[in-house]
């Protein structure tokens, strides 16, 4: 289930994870980067969005959807 964004979590991530569906799977790894750091830096507008408790703060995971993709492809 998707978490809303949450800056007191956000102050507290120290890790970061990214989630392909297999729909976007076709994309090269350059791509994915690049998509993958833009929602990582604006994780705020990114539909899909949770925090897993770590030890010592959160870890940002980020479920990787086709409108995501065009957002950060139209800012490019």
């Known amino acids: ?22 729909e976007l799977e076709d994309l090269s790894d350059e791509e994915k ?3 993958a750091q833009a929602l990582h830096d604006d994780p705020q507008n990114c539909s899909q969005l949770q925090y897993e408790r770590l030890h010592t703060g959160f870890c940002r995971i980020i479920t990787v959807t086709p409108d995501d993709v065009a957002r950060v492809s139209a800012n490019a």
Do not use: G, N, Q
């Open 1 to 22: 289930m998707a978490d809303k964004y949450d800056p007191y979590r956000e102050a507290l991530v120290l890790e970061t994870r990214t989630v392909w569906p297999e």
């Open 33 to 35: 980067a690049r998509i």
